[in-house]
T-cell receptor, first 114, second 112 residues
């Protein structure tokens, strides 16, 4: 158990809908990351937050947004869902935001869009 | 951006043998390299990491080798066990931020 908690574990929703994925980082970690894992794209970095502020942005679609709250938990909002958004979404955390800080992953939220 | 690739998508080894998983990266400025293990239905699990100022680092039954000249990274697992069966990813740290670029993964199967 990495200490990173994600909910829900599984989610099935229809195209056009909006969902929110939630993440609690490891105790003491200030930085949170979101990754998407799909069969054709592999593990892709979406976005990073550090202590509530956006720190780095990757291949995150405009239909997706995220935030990190004062208690350090984070949410990833996915809207206008398409079939191709079906994937495993991982949250990860690290103590600090700089390069070289070990990143620990949660168990993921499996999203199926039908 | 960074491009990370693994040499073999699958690898089968006999229990007790040593395993070697290879990875290549594209950005010579990359400074941080990590190996993760992902079991079915679980998230990537940190195994070992190495900074660019080192060429070798050892953990418990695992060794990571870094060859910056040819931009190559390898993970060696000693005395491979059935519990080592998983998908192994190499990841390369971003040069400005701590985001990771992942390779496509090598599925290691340990034959009892």
């Amino acid at each position: 158990d990495s200490g990173v908690t994600q909910t829900p574990k599984h989610l099935i929703t229809a195209t056009g809908q909006r969902v929110t994925l939630r993440c609690s980082p490891r105790s003491g970690d200030l930085s949170v990351y979101w990754y998407q894992q799909s069969l054709d794209q592999g593990l892709q970095f979406l976005i990073q937050y550090y202590n509530g502020e956006e720190r780095a942005k990757g291949n995150i679609l405009e239909r997706f947004s995220a935030q990190q709250f004062p208690d350090l938990h984070s949410e990833l909002n996915l809207s206008s869902l398409e079939l191709g958004d079906s994937a495993l979404y991982f949250c990860a955390s690290s103590v600090d935001a700089g390069v070289g800080n070990t990143i620990y992953f949660g168990e993921g939220s499996w999203l199926t869009v039908v | 951006g960074e491009s990370v690739g693994l040499h073999l998508p699958t690898l089968s080894v006999q229990e007790g043998d040593n395993s070697i998983i290879n990875c290549a990266y594209s950005n010579s400025a990359s400074d941080y390299f990590i190996w993760y293990k992902q079991e079915s239905g679980k998230g990537p699990q940190f195994i070992i990491d190495i900074r660019s100022n080192m060429d070798k680092r050892q953990g418990q039954r695992v060794t990571v080798l870094l060859n910056k000249t040819v931009k190559h990274l390898s993970l060696q697992i000693a005395a491979t066990q059935p519990g080592d069966s998983a998908v192994y990813f190499c990841a390369v740290g971003g040069t400005g931020a701590n985001n990771l670029f992942f390779g496509t993964g090598t599925r290691l199967t340990v034959i009892p």
